[in-house]
């Protein structure tokens, strides 16, 4: 039989719980909200997701920060009722998902400019 050590690796991940929601903030809260400012500014660059861009095109650019919050406040409570091991998903799939829209964002407002 083989030893994966799972254990070991969701006892690493839940020791790095803290650093995912760090990445959370910076990323998605952060970096996706400015790249999306900066992109609205040049005037070239459009929202791609369909409801974000009807709630931006409905309720203006200053709705993006609350919305934001309360996302990651309502996954910071399903983070907050998911049972142990499994709740370490919650902030790292959040960070790498902010990670992966601000590279993306960054890489089209670069193509923009260019």
Same mark, same amino acid.
């Given at each position: 039989?083989?030893?994966?050590?799972?254990?070991?690796?969701?006892?690493? !991940? #839940?020791? /790095?719980? $803290? &650093?995912?929601?760090?990445?959370?903030?910076? +990323?998605?809260?952060?970096?996706?909200? @400015?790249?999306?400012?900066?992109?609205?500014?040049?005037?070239?660059?459009?929202?791609?997701?369909?409801?974000?861009?009807?709630?931006?095109?409905?309720?203006? !650019? #200053?709705? /993006?920060? $609350? &919305?934001?919050?309360?996302?990651?406040?309502? +996954?910071?409570?399903?983070?907050?009722? @998911?049972?142990?091991?499994?709740?370490?998903?919650?902030?790292?799939?959040?960070?790498?998902?902010?990670?992966?829209?601000?590279?993306?964002?960054?890489?089209?407002?670069?193509?923009?400019?260019?």
């Amino acid at each position: 039989m083989i030893d994966t050590h799972s254990d070991s690796s969701i006892e690493l !991940l #839940s020791g /790095l719980t $803290p &650093l995912w929601w760090q990445g959370t903030i910076v +990323f998605f809260l952060v970096g996706d909200v @400015v790249t999306t400012l900066s992109g609205y500014h040049l005037h070239t660059v459009v929202e791609t997701s369909p409801l974000v861009a009807w709630l931006i095109n409905t309720y203006g !650019l #200053s709705l /993006l920060v $609350p &919305l934001k919050i309360a996302v990651v406040a309502g +996954f910071y409570g399903l983070y907050r009722i @998911v049972p142990h091991p499994h709740s370490i998903g919650v902030p790292l799939a959040l960070c790498m998902l902010g990670f992966v829209v601000t590279v993306w964002n960054g890489a089209v407002i670069v193509a923009a400019l260019l």
